[in-house]
């Protein structure tokens, strides 16, 4: 079955940097890995999509981490990446990868990862 493994979590100062990965696992051959991304979610907030690449390259980011933040892919590795600069208190909360796969489109998600910024 369909697994995501995320790494790269952790405490960082404000201003500092921390790049996030995540790989799926268990795709089955006849299937493809549409967009994948990341969500974040703080206690008491609602979800919020933070990036995302598709497959053929688009990015898209949400306006609170534009200029900050970048998304990358490596379709041979079924990975993606999210790269955080310039981190921010507000950055603080759960990451969560997810990936679209095959059709009709299914999201499979990982197990989520914290960030924590603080001084």
């Known amino acids: 079955q369909v697994q995501l493994v995320e790494s790269g979590g952790g405490v960082v100062q404000p201003g500092g940097s921390l790049g996030l990965s995540c790989a799926a696992s268990?795709?089955?051959?006849?299937?493809?890995?549409?967009?994948m991304g990341w969500y974040r979610q703080a206690p008491g907030k609602e979800r919020e999509m933070v990036a995302e690449?598709?497959?053929?390259?688009?990015?898209q980011f949400a306006d609170s981490v534009k200029g900050r933040f970048t998304v990358s892919r490596d379709n041979a590795k079924n990975t993606v990446f999210l790269q955080m600069n310039s981190l921010k208190p507000e950055d603080t909360a759960i990451y969560y990868c997810?990936?679209?796969?095959?059709?009709?489109?299914?999201?499979?998600w990982g197990q989520g990862t914290q960030v924590t910024v603080s001084s």
């Open positions: 690449v598709s497959r053929g390259g688009y990015l």
């Open positions: 997810y990936a679209y796969i095959g059709f009709p489109r299914r999201e499979f």
């Open positions: 268990g795709v089955p051959v006849t299937l493809s890995i549409d967009d």
